[in-house]
């Protein structure tokens, strides 16, 4: 099945400093969804975005459905050590299946 | 409101055996979809129901199944256990109607070993 190209695989940031990472796919969706997962817990959703261009923020959090509808782009801001998991993207046309990226493990150092 | 609910949280089984999942969605969903996770495959889409139907289909093979009941909650079946098969089975729950309500709210997973 399809897998969503994220990048980038791994980070290891300071506290307090920005991430930003992204996700793209070869086919267009109409729903994005951005997920953060903690060792041995289900991902727990962070931002949904319906929208070519939106621009959906969630406290520190920052997401943009793509242009192209083929990417969308989260950001976090001053990020501190609850941050760290791995976040996925997932993608959804229709009432299709989610097809969900290969995750990015943020390690935040204090 | 509670969230979504997987039993058990964890399974130890031999290879050969089945194994049946439960997952328990947010009430009101009627949407439940299952994932296998593993670390070097990532999320892998099973199956998804909707009021009782099969809507979406992974590639998987036979050996995994599931259903819907009336009341939404679902099932989900592995025949004859691989030692592949090991990994953290998720299943999402949403309203399944679409654009609006199209958000999946995950469960803890069941995390199967088999043996």
């Known amino acids: 099945g399809q897998q969503l190209n994220q990048s980038p695989q791994s980070m290891f940031i300071q506290e307090g400093e920005d991430v930003s990472m992204n996700c793209t796919s070869s086919s267009i969706f109409n729903t994005w969804l951005w997920y953060k997962q903690d060792p041995g817990e289900g991902p727990v959703l962070l931002i949904a975005?319906?929208?070519a261009g939106e621009l959906t923020s969630n406290g520190r959090l920052t997401a943009q459905f793509g242009i192209t509808r083929k990417d969308s782009f989260l950001n976090i801001s001053a990020s501190i050590p609850s941050d760290v998991g791995i976040y996925f993207c997932a993608g959804q046309w229709g009432l299709g299946q989610f097809y969900f990226g290969t995750g990015t493990s943020l390690t935040v150092i204090p | 409101k509670a969230g979504v609910t997987q039993t058990p949280r964890y399974l130890i089984k031999t290879r050969g055996q089945q194994v049946t999942l439960s997952c328990s969605p947010i009430s009101g969903h009627r949407s439940v979809s299952w994932y296998q996770q593993t670390p070097g495959q990532g999320l892998q889409f099973l199956f998804e129901y909707f009021s009782e139907t099969q809507r979406n289909k992974g590639n998987f093979p036979g050996r995994f199944s599931g259903r819907q009941f009336s009341n939404s909650r679902s099932e989900m079946n592995v025949s004859t256990l691989e030692l592949g098969d090991s990994a953290l089975y998720l299943c999402?729950?949403?309203?399944?109607?679409?654009?609006?309500?199209?958000?999946?709210?995950f469960g803890q997973g069941t995390r199967l070993t088999v043996v």
């Open positions: 999402a729950s949403s309203l399944g109607l679409g654009r609006v309500g199209t958000e999946a709210f």
């Open positions: 975005l319906y929208k």
